[in-house]
């Protein structure tokens, strides 16, 4: 007989396996419909369970952001992850060169300072060469290359290397701009076929604009992270509803010092601090009109002014994080819920691979 | 030879030891100057490590805000803590019950339902009592009884309890309120003596406000965290200085995409979104007019346009973190260093204690 959720002590991480694979099935289903392949990034996770399981319903291979958390998804098994980060210096580029050893491996560039240290890393492995796409800034404004013409520069330099092979490009677009940055790797693409360097791989991602992924044309592959869990945020932006969402944290209420404020034991360290542009610090399900107005390391303080019932000291709560990424990362373990029942209690396995 | 923290993976923590001791000692000196006890909270490091340093120096034990905290710390040797949070529910009150066999422990309660369950769980335990300070509101708005006659009310309910006794006062007081906070408790600990519950100890805290700690002259001792490591938050309150700051966030510049814009691999999975009231994300020590204006998980935008000089792709950058607490939760491991040098790299052996 399966753990009834009372039993769990708080605050800890509820999944709803039943929300989760029905949001990847919908995904890969989308994307299926649209002839994009799918690569959808760990990040919101950590999970090996949760990778496997996207790979079997479809997906080409993974993407994590760190390569502490490629390290952990090759350990379980995974086969093909693509690393979208300028990996640099000695000690990270033999980690790097270790991993190519024993999974088909993708990473980015976006100057010739990391090309090098690629280049150098791998000059004696022309017979396996590692795969680099160029990191193009079509408008998010964070890494990447500026213009269509610096990524074909950074391509030629790429597949002038021994040891290197040019991927092809990857971008991280802003959201809700996807046309700009559709025209930008247009742009890119026509004068790589130009330069005799065709993009084998147009990577682009992001959940908020996961259902506008194929008005891209061009793009070959998408990389959700979010939509396997879904937030706050992301319902805020009319991406899911909160039906979908399948992360909560479970909390309880452990002070009603006054008529209206309830303080819970889920602070920061539990829901975190991003507040995405939002009000509050998530949705307390069941009380609509609860606000969430402040966090300390281990208290949260809501507001129930405009609620008709309030919860009494030591009654539990579900909220919905604003963001439910970094959440993962800040517990050492998630519950696999299906309905009000546990069915595994699971270690967040590539939680905290800060490098 | 130590190594030199140029080989060390970034991003990483870096603890100055030298620093954290000066830190440590120059309270102490304070405390004892003033007469006031001190029991540090432990948030900030998470380390039995400098636990049991501060217990050396002078302290008279040490504060967890979560049960989990309390039992690495018990696991390592720390022999008196206070838990200044209440403790709800089954689960935990037995592992409370637990923890009170192997440390001198004390907790809190503001509400019946509170200790009544304290009441349930060591009514058989009347040999050794469990300490229970009433937690007050005295002006921070988070948890706490919101009057001085509450106090006293509670206090009489503890001391009736078989297997309780009535230890005291507590409050977190507000910053900059410190004489707010000292009326209330004065006016709660004259009508606990005139009850015949007079409190053996009253209980405050908070770094902001440590220098002026010895202005509550009823306070007996005094809960400072961030103290030992203080942080960009402090510095901009006036609490210390940046030469004061003993814990920086070692990073690497992965990107400079445009003249004035660089992107290191510290985000919010590093740094956290704790702006405190603050611009920007954090200190870049060396450049003083950098902004870090943006985070998302595993990037950090910083805005380098006042700068004379602008760091190179692959140039490491020291950060001073907004907000040290949640840093120390966010990693594995922290470099304990004397200037450039690694001492050690030790276990955050309290990160993560969510309950």
Not at 34 to 47: A, E, F, M, N, W
Not at 115 to 141: I, K, R
Not at 233 to 256: I, K, M, Q
Request: aromatic share 6%; charged share 25%.
């Amino acid at each position: 007989m399966p753990r009834h959720i009372d039993t769990l002590q708080t605050p800890c991480v509820l999944v709803d396996l039943d929300r989760a694979e029905a949001n990847l099935q919908r995904a890969q289903d989308y994307a299926d419909a649209h002839g994009v392949r799918l690569r959808p990034h760990i990040k919101t996770h950590k999970l090996p369970f949760f990778a496997k399981r996207q790979l079997e319903l479809g997906a080409i291979g993974i993407t994590c952001q760190k390569l502490g958390e490629a390290e952990v998804m090759a350990d379980a098994g995974i086969e093909d992850i693509f690393l979208p980060y300028n990996i640099i210096a000695p000690e990270k580029l033999y980690r790097l060169k270790e991993l190519a050893k024993r999974v088909t491996l993708s990473v980015t560039a976006d100057s010739a300072f990391v090309v090098d240290g690629y280049a150098e890393t791998f000059a004696d492995s022309a017979h396996a060469p590692l795969n680099v796409l160029v990191e193009c800034d079509s408008g998010a404004g964070r890494c990447g290359v500026q213009t269509p013409d610096a990524a074909v520069a950074l391509a030629r330099l790429i597949a002038g290397k021994r040891g290197l092979v040019f991927g092809g490009l990857m971008t991280y677009p802003p959201a809700g701009d996807a046309p700009g940055a559709r025209k930008w790797l247009e742009e890119a693409a026509e004068k790589l076929a130009e330069a005799g360097l065709p993009a084998k791989t147009i990577s682009t991602g992001g959940t908020p604009d996961i259902w506008r992924a194929h008005e891209t044309t061009i793009a070959t592959e998408y990389r959700p992270g979010t939509y396997i869990y879904y937030d706050r945020s992301l319902v805020a932006r009319g991406v899911a509803t909160v039906e979908d969402c399948a992360l909560n944290v479970l909390v309880t209420v452990v002070s009603r010092p006054t008529e209206t404020r309830a303080i819970i034991d889920a602070g920061s360290k539990a829901l975190t601090s991003d507040l995405l542009g939002m009000t509050g610090y998530g949705q307390v399900l069941g009380y609509p009109d609860a606000v969430i107005y402040g966090l300390s390391e281990e208290h949260g303080n809501i507001d129930f002014t405009a609620s008709a019932t309030k919860p009494k000291v030591g009654e539990r709560l579900r909220i919905l994080p604003n963001h439910a990424c970094p959440v993962s990362n800040l517990f050492d373990h998630v519950n696999l819920v299906s309905g009000d029942h546990v069915v595994e209690t699971i270690e967040v396995a590539a939680r905290g691979r800060v490098d």
